[in-house]
């Protein structure tokens, strides 16, 4: 079966940190550019960073800039999302999702308009004292 599986999320202190995996069984992630999305109670979902398998070029959004760090395991076939100084508005849902790029670089936020091949089903991270 194909999927993208998220897990790490959880219940942090402002300033706090925690580390994302997506990790996907089934297909192997060679030639795709795997984004990361949240989506705040009452929000629509937004791209949070991106990477790409073949080059490892990585695109994030201003949010979240200097303070996540997006990465990849090629062996494990896992991406990693490192979030540090968390803050409460980082509050959501982490989706990971691939799409099929080609290998090319990334160089742009990803964005819902983007048609992606595989979602995987989310993970809560909530910034609370």
């Known amino acids: 079966q194909e999927q993208l599986v998220e897990s790490g999320g959880g219940l942090v202190q402002p300033g706090g940190s925690l580390r994302l995996s997506c990790a996907a069984s089934g297909f192997t992630l060679d030639y795709y550019a795997i984004s990361w999305f949240r989506q705040a109670p009452g929000k629509e979902r937004e791209g949070v960073s991106c990477?790409?398998?073949?080059?490892?070029?990585?695109v994030y959004a201003d949010s979240v800039k200097g303070r996540f760090t997006i990465s990849m395991d090629n062996a494990k076939n896992t991406v990693y999302l490192e979030m540090n100084s968390l803050k409460p508005e980082d509050t959501a849902v982490y989706y990971c999702?691939?799409?099929?790029?080609?290998?090319?670089?990334?160089?742009?936020?990803?964005?819902?308009?983007?048609?992606?091949?595989?979602w995987g089903q989310g993970t809560q991270v909530t910034v609370s004292s």
């Open positions: 990477i790409s398998s073949n080059d490892g070029s990585t």
């Open positions: 999702a691939a799409l099929w790029n080609k290998g090319y670089p990334v160089v742009s936020v990803p964005t819902l308009d983007d048609e992606y091949d595989y």
